[in-house]
């Protein structure tokens, strides 16, 4: 079964870190590109950043740039987003999706986790 | 930035009706990098539609998606009890306009 497992989740103050993990399975790892989506619970869908299939290419939103870095481990086949400065409006749900094709960086999402929640508060 | 405004907001109609929701971009995009989501309470999204028309894979026949240029639709031919949920178009022509618009809630009447 195709599969994406977010953790890493959690209460956090402003202006710290935190790091989400993407545990994937059931399908080649190194062979899609991979990203991060946000939800602010009751609200709409965010894109956050994208990595390709073998790290050579990223791309972040504007709201995180210079503030989240997104990496990869293929041996291990995980996914991660390194938020630094968090804000308050940085609180949301946090997916990692897979693209459909792989090949490219910017491509539709076929397979997404349940998310992991970050909140961002004092 | 490609910026995707979804109408309408709230659709309300009964099973076995038929939907269209609107997917509008603030310029013309190829429409072979437009998407369709479903996500239902308590979900992640489901991929339904890419590249403006083609249906992913175990979605069924009633969910079919048109458009070009700047106007894509989505149509669902006849409501089925399941398919009540927030609807989201993509475009993902090119990084950073890997945008969402702003969904549309198809509700039961």
């Known amino acids: 079964e195709v599969q994406l497992v977010e953790s890493g989740g959690g209460l956090v103050q402003p202006g710290r870190s935190l790091r989400l993990s993407c545990a994937a399975s059931g399908f080649t790892f190194d062979d899609f590109a991979m990203h991060w989506v946000r939800q602010v619970p009751g609200k709409g869908l965010e894109w956050v950043s994208g990595i390709s299939w073998n790290s050579g290419n990223t791309d972040y939103a504007d709201s995180v740039k210079g503030r989240f870095s997104i990496s990869r481990d293929n041996a291990k086949n995980s996914l991660y987003l390194q938020m630094n400065s968090l804000r308050a409006e940085d609180t949301a749900l946090y997916y990692c999706?897979?693209?459909?094709?792989?090949?490219?960086?910017?491509?539709?999402?076929?397979?997404w986790g349940q998310g992991t929640m970050v909140t961002v508060s004092s | 930035e490609i910026v995707l405004t979804q109408s309408p907001g709230t659709l309300s109609l009964s099973p076995g009706e038929r939907a269209t929701l609107s997917c509008r971009a603030s310029q013309s995009v190829s429409s072979s990098y437009l998407a369709w989501y479903q996500q239902k309470p308590g979900q992640a999204p489901r991929l339904l539609i890419y590249?403006?028309?083609s249906r992913a894979t175990g979605i069924p026949d009633r969910f079919s998606g048109s458009g070009s240029g700047t106007d894509f639709t989505l149509t669902i031919s006849r409501l089925e009890p399941e398919d009540f949920a927030v609807y989201y178009c993509q475009h993902y022509g090119s990084s950073p306009s890997l945008t969402f618009g702003g969904g549309t809630k198809v509700e039961i009447k």
């Open positions: 590249g403006a028309s």
């Open positions: 999706a897979k693209t459909l094709e792989g090949t490219y960086l910017s491509d539709a999402f076929d397979i």
